[in-house]
């Protein structure tokens, strides 16, 4: 049973630029969110898409977008990159069911590096 | 004042030794707890998930939930050096058409030596 895969692994960016980064959730998984871990910090929440909504969104600008597709994968896009943007962008899938909240597997991160 | 405070360590103990982590939080709707591992350069993993008080274990983990004093802890017993790793403690609140939103500590940095 494949696990939540996300790509590239890593990738660098001038600032300015637009990046998109990809995530596959966990067979079974129909919820995505997209957090982003600073260096010694814990992960902070970006935004949650369901059934191809976004359903919740953290303290981020609007230069942070996403989307969900049929298949229930999801993209994260960046732009107008800034220095400050260069993190662990991780991408966590759940099981919406009965609307409990269910448990959260993380992907590998995607390691963005701006320049 | 951040809504979840942990402990960044770094914490270094001996192999066999009872490891505890704990976090404490501020925001009472806060009802699903988890513990996350993350190994240097990796995404978390799932250790322990636990819904309200009490207590769970698994192994050698063994994670308890005091909701009214607004604190978890998580306990290694006879650690490894395997064991060595960042702990994230994670809470999550229902909230009104779904979401499981999870809202960190900053994680605790664990070496267990030979």
């Known amino acids: 049973d494949a696990g939540v895969t996300q790509s590239p692994t890593h990738l660098i960016k001038t600032r300015g630029q637009q990046v998109t980064l990809r995530c596959s959730p966990k067979?079974?998984?129909?919820?995505v969110s997209w957090y982003q871990q600073a260096l010694g910090q814990g992960p902070q929440f970006i935004f949650q898409y369901y059934e191809e909504e976004e359903r919740q969104r953290g303290n981020f600008p609007d230069r942070f977008s996403g989307h969900q597709f049929p298949n229930y994968s999801s993209e994260l896009n960046v732009n107008a990159l800034l220095l400050g943007d260069s993190a662990l962008y991780l991408c966590?899938?759940?099981?919406?069911?009965?609307?409990?909240?269910?448990?959260?597997?993380f992907g590998q991160g995607t390691r963005l590096t701006v320049v | 004042q951040k809504e979840v405070e942990q402990d960044p360590g770094p914490l270094s103990v001996p192999e066999g030794a009872i490891v505890s982590l704990n976090c404490t939080y501020s925001n009472s709707a806060f009802q699903y707890f988890m513990w996350y591992r993350q190994y240097s350069r990796k995404g978390p993993e799932l250790l322990m998930y636990t819904y309200s008080s009490g207590n769970k274990e698994d192994g050698r983990f063994t994670a308890q939930v005091d909701k009214s004093s607004k604190y978890i802890s998580l306990f290694i017993r006879d650690s490894q050096p395997s064991d060595s790793a960042t702990y994230l403690c994670a809470m999550s609140a229902r909230v009104t058409g779904g979401g499981n939103k999870l809202t960190f500590g900053t994680g605790t940095q664990l070496k267990v030596e030979l």
């Open positions: 966590a899938s759940s099981w919406a069911g009965t609307q409990m909240n269910t448990e959260a597997f």
């Open positions: 067979s079974g998984h129909d919820t």
